[in-house]
Structures are given as structure tokens and as C-alpha cells.
């Protein structure tokens, strides 16, 4: 059986940073692309950062660039979203993904298997 679960979540003030963990068990974590998504109240659930099975191919959303970095220790089976000058409208539920495919995706439906979320609440 798969499990994502996530860390890392909390309440910051805006400029801080924050970094999230996905332990990941069940799966070849070595040979699967990873995801970070977000959803906020109202909106859809959005991509904002994946990583390819090797790590060494990234995609960032636009609202993220040079912000947030993606990162993996396949020996750890862990995936990481590091988050620095975090803004207001970074706040949302992010959820951790995986891909059986070894190529990152921003699309939601290429992925697997999820995670439960991390709260991450940005105050002005």
C-alpha cells in the first residue's frame, strides 16, 4: 500500500520560510516523478512545483519562481518543498503527489497517488 504523508505545515508571517517533507512508502520512490500542489478556499488545486525521478528536471508555476525550490533524497524516499519570502497568497492546503512515470508533470491527473496535506498559513 502507498502512503504520502506530509510535514512541515504551519502559520508564518509573510517573508519567512518554510520547508515541507513527503515520506513516501509502497512505491518505487526512485523511479517516480513528484509533485507539489496547493489548493486555497475557492480555487482549484494547483501545481506548484514537480521533479523528475532523477531530480535533475524541475517545473515551477510562475507564482513560485525563485521562490520555492523543489528537491529529493531518493535514498530517503523524501521529497521537499522549500519555501522562502513566502507571501499572504501562498496560503493553501499542499499536498505531495506521485507519479509511477519517471517524467515531472504540473498536471493534477498524471499523478498516482496523494497525501492528506499540510496546512501552510501566511499572515500580513
Known amino acids: 500500500q502507498v502512503h504520502l504523508v506530509e510535514s512541515g505545515g504551519g502559520l508564518v508571517q509573510a517573508g519567512d520560510s518554510l520547508r515541507l517533507s513527503c515520506a513516501v512508502s509502497g512505491l518505487t520512490f526512485g523511479t517516480s516523478a513528484m509533485g507539489w500542489f496547493r489548493q486555497a478556499p475557492g480555487k482549484e488545486r494547483e501545481c506548484v512545483a514537480a521533479?523528475?525521478?532523477?531530480?535533475?528536471?524541475?517545473y515551477y508555476a510562475d507564482s513560485v519562481k525563485g521562490r520555492f525550490a523543489i528537491s529529493r533524497d531518493n535514498a530517503k524516499n523524501t521529497v521537499y518543498l522549500h519555501m522562502n519570502s513566502l507571501k499572504p497568497e501562498d496560503t493553501a492546503v499542499y499536498y505531495c503527489a506521485a507519479d509511477r512515470s519517471v517524467v515531472a508533470s504540473d498536471s493534477l491527473y498524471e499523478y498516482d497517488y496523494w497525501g492528506q496535506g499540510t496546512q501552510v498559513t501566511v499572515s500580513s
Open positions: 521533479i523528475d525521478w532523477s531530480g535533475g528536471s524541475t
